[in-house]
C-alpha cells in the first residue's frame, strides 16, 4: 500500500468525491485510500494506521473553505464507515462490496451513452457522423473522458452526413465580454442574492428593456452615485469597472446596446447548444418538458422570455428538428408541402388548407376547423385569434399570459381549445395522462411528462418539496420510458441538491441567529431558503420558521443601524457604544470597522504578591476602556509566556506558580478582538510609558516580551517565490502585512496592506503568495493572531523580532 499523503489525497480522492456529490457516491474503500486489490494482503495493524491517518486529516479539513461541509460529513460517519475496514474477516465482506458496487457505478457511466447509441444504430444503421458531438456532449454529463467515449463509438459503424452550420462570428470582442463575465460573477460572489448575469440585470432592467436608453442613464448615474459612498475596497473597484463597461455599451444607445445584446445572445445560444443536441439526439424532437426546463435556463442567463423561445427555436433549426408543440414555427412551409407532426416517429403530409400563412387567424382557424371537433364556425375568428396568438408567445386578450399553459403542447382533452396546426394526429397517439397535482396535465402527451414539469415549476418557484412530491409521480408513471427516466432521474438529483442545500443553510442560519450574526444570516443563508428551499421547514420541530428568523434578523439589523447611526464622538463613550451595536448584531460591518479604528487602553499598576499557602495574587488597575477582559500570562524561563487565566475583574490567583522568587506577570486588555499592549509586573511597563507606550521598530517592548503575549512566527525566508517561517505553537492564522516604502510600523499601519493567512491554506500552496500588485522590493512582517471564546479574531499588537523580511521577489 502506498505511503499517504494528505494533499496527493485531497486532490485524487476528496475532490472526486466531491465532484460526483458526496458520500452517497463512493465507498469505504475510496474513503479511506485503501486499494481494493490489496484487501486480502494488508494486515489489520496497516489498515488501522491508514484509518487514523485519514481520520486525522478530515478532523483538519473541518475549516477548509472548500471541502469543509464534505470533511464534517465524513468526521460524522467516521465509526460507521471504519468499522468493516479494521478486522480481516469484515474487510474482505466489505471489498466484495465495493467490488460488486464499483462494477454497477461503471456500467451506470455508460448506461445514457450506450442507450443513445443503441438507439441510434436500430434507427441509422450506424452512428451519424453529425451525432457524433452529441454522444460526446451525452458522455459528458455520465462523467466518461473523451477518450471513454472514442472507444465505444468505434464499435459502431460511422454514417457520414453533413455537419451543422457554423454559428455566427461574435461582434464584440471575445476579451471584453470575458472581462464582463468575470466581473459579473466576482460581484455575485462579493454581495450574494439574486443572480446578475448581464449588464442589464445589474441595473435591474429586463433584456427587452435594453433600448430603453432614458431609463438606463438614469439607473447608471444612480448606481454611480451610490457606489462613491461606499468604503475603498473590492465591491468598489468591481462596480466601477461594470460602470465602464455601462457607459460604453448601454448608455449611448444604438449601435453599441445592439453589439452587447448580441453578444449576449450568443454567448446563450453557445451555453444552449450542447444541451439542446442531447435533448433531441434520440428522438430527432425537442420534447416539451426539455423545452420548458432550457427556457428557464436561458432566462435565468439573461434572456427574455421571447428571445429565449426564439434561440431555442432556432437551434432546433440547425439540427433539423422541431419543438413538441411548435412545429409551425420551426421554419415557414411551403404551400402545399409537408408538415412535421408533433410525434418523435410519423410525420404526415397535409395541404396547407386555405394557403394561408402560419401565425394568421385564417391558418390557425383553418388548423383548428381540421383538428378539433369543437373548433366550428360558431366559435369565430377570435378563438383563432387567440389561440395563434398565444403559440407565438403574444397575448391578444391583455391578461399577461403568453406562455399558455406551462410551455408545453396546447392540446386539451376536453376540446376547449383549439390546437396549432399538425398538432392532433400526433397528440392522439399519445395516451393522455392521468396526472392532475400541482399543474395543468391535460396538455402532456405522455403520463409522466406532466409530473415533471410540475417538478421544474416547483423548483424554479423555490418549493423544492413539493418537486419531491411530483418527482414521485413522475417515477411511478415514467414506465420503461428510458429517455423519461434519464429526465425523471436527472430533475429528481436536482431536487436532493437543493433539499441537502437547505438543512446545511437551515444549521447555519440557526447557528448564526444564536450568535447574533444576523448580517451573515440573513445574506448567506435565509435568502437562500427563501428563493430556494420556501418549503422546507427548520429540521428542528421546536425550533423557530423561516418566516420568524427573517422577521428578528432584519428587526436586528435594523436595530443595530439606528444605534450607529447615533454614537457619540466623545472617544470614551464611543467604545461602549459601538459594544452596544455589537451586543445586537455581532457581525454589523461598519460597527466592525469603527471599532477597529479605536484604541483599547493598556492596564496599570501591575502587582504580583504570594500569600501563605503560595498562591500567587496579581492585581492592577482596570483600563480605561470599558467593559474589557483582561488576560493574564506568566512569564517563564525560557522567555516564553503562559496564559494564567481571564478574568473581566481586576485581581487573578495563580495556583500554579513555583515556589521561589514571585514570577513576573503580564496582563493584557481586550474587548471585540482588539487588544492593548501588555502592562508588566516588574515595571517594563512604566519604563514603556516614559518612552511614549509604543513598541519598538520591531513591535517588542525593551525586553523583547511577545506582542500582546502571542507567539510570534519567526525565520521568515523565501523559497521558490513564497514567504516560508516557523509557525508559533498555538497558533493557526497569521496576519501578513506589506508596506513599499518602509517597515510597517504596526499590524493597523495605515500605509500597508494586509490580508489573513491560516495554516491550512499555508499548508496547502506551501506558503504565503505575495500578490503582483504590492511594488516590489517591499518590506512583509507578519504577525500572530488568536480567536476568543466567541469567535472574534484579535490581532497582536506588533511583530515578533524575527518576524520580517525585505521582499524583492
Not at 465532484?19 to 486499494?35: A, H, K, Q, V, W
Not at 439573461?302 to 413538441?324: K, N, Q, S
Not at 410525420?347 to 390557425?364: I, K, L, M, V
Amino acid at each position: 500500500m502506498h505511503a499517504f499523503d494528505s494533499n496527493d489525497y485531497r486532490k485524487r480522492v476528496l475532490a472526486a468525491v466531491e465532484r460526483r456529490g458526496g458520500l452517497g457516491e463512493s465507498d469505504t474503500f475510496e474513503l479511506y485510500d485503501i486499494p481494493l486489490a490489496e484487501a486480502a494482503r494488508l494486515s489489520d495493524a496497516e489498515v488501522a494506521a491508514r484509518v487514523e491517518a485519514v481520520w486525522t486529516l478530515w478532523q483538519k479539513l473541518r475549516d477548509h473553505p472548500k471541502y469543509r461541509v464534505l470533511a464534517g460529513l465524513l468526521v460524522d460517519a467516521h465509526a460507521e464507515l471504519s468499522e468493516p475496514l479494521l478486522h480481516t474477516g469484515s474487510r474482505l465482506v466489505e471489498a466484495d462490496r465495493v467490488t460488486q458496487l464499483r462494477a454497477r457505478r461503471e456500467a451506470e457511466r455508460y448506461e445514457m451513452l450506450d442507450a443513445a447509441i443503441e438507439r441510434l444504430v436500430a434507427r441509422h444503421g450506424g452512428i451519424p457522423a453529425a451525432k457524433i458531438p452529441g454522444l460526446e456532449d451525452i458522455g459528458r454529463m455520465g462523467g466518461l473522458t473523451v477518450a471513454e467515449i472514442a472507444a465505444r463509438v468505434r464499435r459502431h459503424r460511422i454514417v457520414d452526413e453533413a455537419p451543422a452550420p457554423a454559428p455566427a462570428a461574435p461582434t464584440l470582442s471575445a476579451e471584453r465580454r470575458r472581462q464582463i463575465r468575470a466581473l459579473l460573477a466576482e460581484y455575485e460572489r462579493l454581495l450574494p442574492g439574486d443572480p446578475v448575469p448581464t449588464l442589464l440585470a445589474l441595473l435591474g432592467m429586463e433584456f427587452a428593456a435594453a433600448h430603453h436608453t432614458n431609463e438606463i442613464r438614469l439607473r447608471a448615474g444612480a448606481l454611480r452615485a451610490r457606489t462613491r459612498e461606499l468604503p475603498p475596497g473590492r465591491v468598489r473597484v468591481v462596480l466601477d469597472e461594470l460602470l465602464i463597461h455601462i457607459g460604453d455599451l448601454l448608455e449611448p444607445g444604438g449601435a453599441p446596446v445592439d453589439a452587447y445584446l448580441l453578444a449576449v445572445t450568443e454567448t446563450v445560444t453557445d451555453q444552449l447548444r450542447p444541451q439542446v443536441r442531447a435533448a433531441v439526439l434520440v428522438e430527432d424532437l425537442l420534447v416539451a418538458a426539455d423545452f420548458d426546463y432550457l427556457l428557464g435556463v436561458a432566462i435565468a442567463a439573461g434572456l427574455d422570455r421571447a428571445a429565449a423561445e426564439r434561440i431555442l427555436i432556432t437551434l432546433a433549426d440547425e439540427l433539423g428538428t422541431t419543438v413538441e408543440g411548435r412545429e409551425h414555427l420551426a421554419a415557414p412551409p411551403r404551400p402545399g408541402g409537408p408538415v412535421q407532426t408533433s410525434s418523435a416517429t410519423t410525420t404526415s403530409t397535409q395541404p396547407a388548407g386555405n394557403g394561408a400563412p402560419p401565425g394568421t387567424d385564417a391558418a390557425a382557424e383553418s388548423g383548428a376547423g381540421r383538428n378539433s371537433a369543437d373548433a366550428t364556425g360558431e366559435r369565430g375568428t377570435s378563438t383563432a385569434s387567440a389561440t395563434a396568438g398565444r403559440e407565438f408567445g403574444r397575448d391578444p386578450a391583455g391578461t399577461g399570459d403568453a406562455s399558455g399553459t406551462g410551455g408545453g403542447p396546447r392540446y386539451s382533452g376536453g376540446g376547449a381549445t383549439a390546437p396549432g396546426r399538425g398538432e392532433a394526429p400526433a397528440a392522439a397517439q399519445w395516451q393522455r395522462t392521468p396526472y392532475t397535482g400541482g399543474a395543468a396535465g391535460a396538455g402532456a402527451g405522455r403520463p409522466w411528462e406532466a409530473a415533471l414539469r410540475a417538478a421544474r415549476a416547483s423548483l424554479r418557484a423555490g418549493r423544492p418539496r413539493e418537486a419531491a412530491g411530483f418527482v414521485t409521480d413522475a417515477r411511478r408513471g415514467v414506465g420503461d420510458d428510458s429517455l423519461g427516466a434519464r429526465s425523471v432521474r436527472a430533475v429528481g438529483e436536482e431536487v436532493e441538491r437543493v433539499l441537502a442545500a437547505a438543512a446545511v443553510h437551515w444549521r447555519a442560519a440557526v447557528s448564526c441567529c444564536v450568535g447574533r450574526r444576523f448580517v451573515e444570516a440573513l445574506g448567506e443563508h435565509l435568502d437562500f431558503l427563501d428563493r430556494r428551499a420556501a418549503d422546507v421547514p427548520n429540521p428542528d420541530p421546536r425550533g423557530a420558521s423561516r418566516e420568524l428568523l427573517i422577521g428578528r434578523a432584519r428587526a436586528a439589523v435594523m436595530e443595530a443601524g439606528r444605534l450607529f447611526e447615533a454614537l457619540p464622538s466623545d472617544p470614551g463613550l464611543r467604545m461602549q457604544a459601538v459594544r452596544a451595536v455589537l451586543e445586537v448584531c455581532t457581525d454589523h460591518a461598519e460597527a466592525l470597522a469603527a471599532l477597529a479604528e479605536l484604541q483599547v487602553g493598556a492596564p496599570g499598576a501591575v502587582t504580583a504578591s504570594r500569600k501563605p499557602d503560595g498562591t500567587v495574587v496579581i492585581t492592577w488597575l482596570p483600563s480605561r476602556t470599558p467593559r474589557v477582559e483582561y488576560r493574564v500570562t506568566r512569564l517563564l524561563a525560557d522567555g516564553s509566556w503562559r496564559v494564567v487565566g481571564r478574568t473581566r475583574g481586576t485581581a487573578l490567583e495563580d495556583g500554579g506558580a513555583l515556589t521561589g522568587p514571585v514570577p513576573v506577570y503580564g496582563v493584557v486588555a481586550s474587548v471585540s478582538g482588539r487588544a492593548s499592549e501588555m502592562a508588566r509586573s516588574d515595571g517594563d511597563s512604566d519604563r514603556d510609558s516614559a518612552q511614549g507606550g509604543e513598541p519598538d521598530a520591531v513591535g517588542r517592548g525593551p525586553d523583547g516580551e511577545p506582542p500582546s503575549g502571542m507567539p510570534t512566527p519567526r525565520s521568515l525566508t523565501e523559497q521558490r517565490g513564497l514567504l516560508v517561517f516557523e509557525w508559533p505553537i498555538g497558533i493557526t492564522e497569521v496576519m501578513v502585512v506589506a508596506r513599499p516604502d518602509a517597515p510597517p510600523a504596526d499590524p493597523e499601519d495605515p500605509r500597508a496592506r494586509r490580508w489573513k493567512v491560516t495554516n491550512m491554506r499555508y499548508e496547502i500552496d506551501g506558503g504565503v503568495r505575495i500578490p503582483s500588485e504590492i511594488p516590489r522590493p517591499c518590506h512583509v512582517a507578519v504577525a500572530s493572531c488568536r480567536r476568543d471564546a466567541t469567535g472574534i479574531l484579535t490581532v497582536a499588537a506588533g511583530f515578533g523580532p524575527n518576524a520580517r523580511i525585505r521582499w524583492v521577489r
